[in-house]
């Protein structure tokens, strides 16, 4: 009896998952957020179908995906460039029963210069076909600790005129 897991597309889905996951990882939010959009480009298909729990809707389409994560990248780079804020993402598989399908457990740290943290962990359903996403969603979403504010953050003095106050 041939089991899923022996079937050449789950472990090419497997395979994918690595593949993008350790894509995400290399990338440096602090150096700049177009790494992550060449990721996106290159794992997803054009007919992408994203969705979050608790969020409305779904997003459809490569094009209006990026645009979100463009939004939110952008925020998370200039707080990590300027702000001193320091992002660490961890990844951990998690077996599946489905073909062409995968997921993960993620985990995004976010420390402020005041030594404050955030720390948001959720699980990734990916579906897979010839080695792009074609669905993803987020599901069981948790929130340690509070959101940053401004005084978590390290900005530079605020200039008045040609002064600076500190």
């Known amino acids: 009896m041939t089991h899923i897991f022996d079937q050449p597309s789950y472990g090419a889905s497997v395979m994918a998952e690595q593949r993008l996951n350790a894509a995400i990882l290399r990338a440096n939010i602090r150096e700049g957020f177009e790494e992550y959009l060449d990721i996106l480009d290159c794992f997803y298909a054009e007919d992408i179908e994203a969705s979050s729990e608790g969020s409305e809707g779904i997003v459809i389409g490569k094009a209006s995906l990026r645009s979100r994560i463009a939004a939110f990248l952008t925020s998370l780079h200039v707080l990590a460039e300027i702000g001193g804020l320091v992002a660490s993402i961890h990844v951990e598989p998690i077996r599946s029963d489905a073909r062409d399908e995968t997921h993960s457990q993620w985990t995004l740290e976010l420390n402020g210069a005041t030594g404050r943290r955030c720390v948001l962990v959720w ?8 080695g792009c996403v074609v669905y993803e969603r987020h599901y069981d979403i948790e929130q340690t600790g509070g959101p940053l504010t401004m005084d978590d953050l390290c900005m530079l003095p605020q200039a008045r005129g040609s002064e600076l106050v500190q």
């Open 123 to 130: 699980r990734s359903c990916r579906r897979w076909r010839k």
